[in-house]
């Protein structure tokens, strides 16, 4: 069964980097999409980005210019950079991939930004 865990520091302080990692365990990222997604106090879910299975990137506009997804794929992990956070950003961080149909999910990961 496919299983997802993120990782990563639970407090970061304003104008740092926010890095979480995504370890994937009974399947493989090779030859799937894989996205982050995040849910801020009483918001919806903001879709972050997605590394395709061919390794491209694609971000949602309005984050593009402060993150990135990168993957390493002898680890089956992939992460998630945001730069320059600010208190908007607190939030539950998930990772997912694709599966056919729908996605995995990982439990999610609470990051607040606080000084």
């Known amino acids: 069964q496919v299983q997802l865990l993120e990782s990563g520091p639970g407090l970061v302080k304003p104008s740092q980097t926010l890095s979480l990692t995504c370890t994937v365990t009974g399947g493989s990222i090779n030859s799937y999409a894989s996205s982050w997604i995040r849910q801020s106090p009483g918001k919806g879910l903001e879709w972050i980005g997605v590394?395709?299975?061919?390794?491209?990137?694609y971000l949602n506009a309005s984050l593009k210019s402060r993150a990135s997804i990168s993957r390493d794929t002898s680890k089956n992990q992939f992460s998630l950079r945001l730069d320059s956070v600010t208190p908007e950003d607190t939030a539950v961080y998930y990772c997912t991939r694709e599966r056919a149909p729908g996605l995995y999910w990982g439990q999610g990961t609470q990051v607040t930004v606080s000084s």
């Open positions: 590394i395709t299975w061919d390794g491209n990137t």
